[in-house]
């Protein structure tokens, strides 16, 4: 799992590469805690290229959506592929998390 | 007929991937589909992972993984662990309509297991623990 954070028009955008298991998942919270912890309030999930998620990564991004909401923060994901979209409708995350089907249109709801 | 998989191994995440990538051969050779090996990819690592977890409470667990089909043609992959009585059948399901605030962070795992696999059950046997994950090949 391969995480980059670069700032976009005040915006964190974090492209989530490869695959987001409870191997790798910490790495992931850790580095978005870092972002939070530095003052980053808008954050955008670029999963273009993750190509699996477990519940364990699930788990990291709902923390993540409440920690920045709890500071007047906002998450949301795009770029979704097929098969991980399934595992948010699934586990009920598609109705709790904002999750746009591009990067310009995640732009717009942050 | 092909023989059945079996493997062994300590229960700690660093040996998931290889447990899983043995587990998918074997599965794939029996006739699952490329959806299919990417739900019982899911599901193993759930199961492993509260395994890990939970089952072994920090003591040396270890991990049993079998892989046959059974007589009705459905795929059965057996994780057999040596830790405490756990059913991972038993608890409920996370509440899906909860506001984002309020939703716990944990239960999701079984949760999926259960939503991808055709049918999951568990048994006490021997001091361990046997859940099965159950799935029939598709075209």
Same mark, same amino acid.
């Given at each position: 799992m391969q995480v980059t954070i670069q700032p976009e028009n005040n915006v964190a955008v974090a492209s989530v590469e490869g695959r987001l298991d409870a191997v790798s998942a910490p790495e992931l919270e850790s580095k978005l805690s870092a972002s939070i912890d530095e003052g980053q309030t808008s954050m955008i999930l670029d999963l273009t290229n993750l190509d699996y998620i477990s519940s364990a990564g699930l788990r990291v991004i709902l923390s993540t959506t409440k920690k920045l909401k709890k500071a007047q923060g906002k998450l949301v994901l795009c770029n979704l592929q097929q098969a991980v979209m399934q595992i948010f409708e699934i586990s009920g995350f598609c109705s709790i998390l904002t999750i746009t089907d591009d990067k310009e249109a995640a732009f717009s709801k942050i | 007929m092909t023989e059945a998989l079996i493997i062994k191994y300590s229960a700690t995440l660093e040996n998931l991937s290889e447990i899983s990538s043995k587990v998918l051969s074997a599965a794939a050779d029996r006739g699952l589909n490329k959806k299919q090996l990417n739900d019982l990819e899911l599901s193993l690592e759930e199961a492993i992972v509260n395994i890990c977890n939970y089952a072994s409470e920090g003591r040396d667990g270890k991990l049993e993984v079998i892989v046959d089909t059974d007589k009705d043609g459905r795929i059965v992959v057996q994780v057999i662990d040596n830790g405490i009585a756990f059913d991972p059948l038993s608890i409920p399901d996370p @509440?899906?309509?909860? @506001?984002i605030a309020d939703r716990p962070i944990g239960g999701l795992g079984i949760f999926l297991i259960r939503n991808l696999m055709d049918d999951v059950k568990y048994r006490r046997e021997n001091n361990k623990n046997i859940l099965e994950l159950i799935i029939t090949p598709e075209a």
């Open positions: - | @509440d899906l309509t909860v @506001d």
